[in-house]
Structures are given as structure tokens and as C-alpha cells.
């Protein structure tokens, strides 16, 4: 099993910044990705980035590209998403979740984002 504790979730004004943390503990060595999702009130959960322990990062999420960092610590397998020029539209629930195999197996327990205009 793997267990995952974000943080770094607050309020904060439009156009400021924030960092999420994510710490994974566990079967880490089964894991080969992890990924940030945010989930808005009434929307789908969507994948806003993600990275492997070898540093490969994708952005599927257009909203995102330029603004938001996904980087990882592997001495203390931590994944952070740098959050930057926040915009209301950027309020969600903050997830993470580490790729076993062929899914999406585990996920945090997901931290409160919300921006102010």
C-alpha cells in the first residue's frame, strides 16, 4: 500500500501564488508517476500534472501551461505543484495520486484551494 498527505491547500487573492506538497510512504518502489488533479464544484475531476521519479512532466491541462510547476524530491518522495498568477477559475480541491501498474491506484486525501478576485 501507499499513503499520500497533501498540504499547501489555503486562500489566497487572484494573481498570487501557492505550493502543494505531496508526500508519499509506503510501496513507493511500485509507484512510477504521480499526478495533481483538481476537482471545481459541478466539474470533473481533471489531471492538471503530472511526474515521473525520473522527472518527466506533463501538463494535459491548457489552463495551467505557464502558471503551474509540477517538480519532485525523490530523498523525500515529495512531489510539489507550484501554483503561480492564481486565478478564481483555479479554485478546486487539490488531489494527488501515484500511478501503480496501469492506474491511478492511490490517492491523497486532497486539500481546499480558494481564490479570491
Known amino acids: 500500500q501507499v499513503q499520500l498527505e497533501s498540504s499547501g491547500g489555503g486562500v489566497v487573492q487572484a494573481g498570487h501564488s501557492l505550493r502543494l506538497s505531496c508526500a508519499a510512504s509506503?510501496?513507493?518502489?511500485?509507484?512510477?508517476?504521480l499526478g495533481w488533479f483538481r476537482q471545481a464544484p459541478g466539474k470533473d475531476r481533471e489531471l492538471v500534472a503530472s511526474i515521473t521519479w525520473t522527472g518527466t512532466a506533463t501538463y494535459p491541462a491548457d489552463s495551467v501551461k505557464g502558471r503551474f510547476t509540477i517538480s519532485r524530491d525523490n530523498s523525500k518522495n515529495t512531489v510539489y505543484l507550484q501554483m503561480n498568477s492564481l486565478q478564481p477559475e483555479d479554485t478546486a480541491v487539490y488531489y494527488c495520486?501515484?500511478?501503480?501498474?496501469?492506474?491511478?491506484?492511490?490517492w491523497g486525501q486532497g486539500t481546499q484551494v480558494t481564490i479570491s478576485s
Open positions: 495520486a501515484a500511478w501503480d501498474t496501469n492506474s491511478y491506484s492511490y
Open positions: 509506503g510501496r513507493t518502489s511500485s509507484i512510477t508517476r
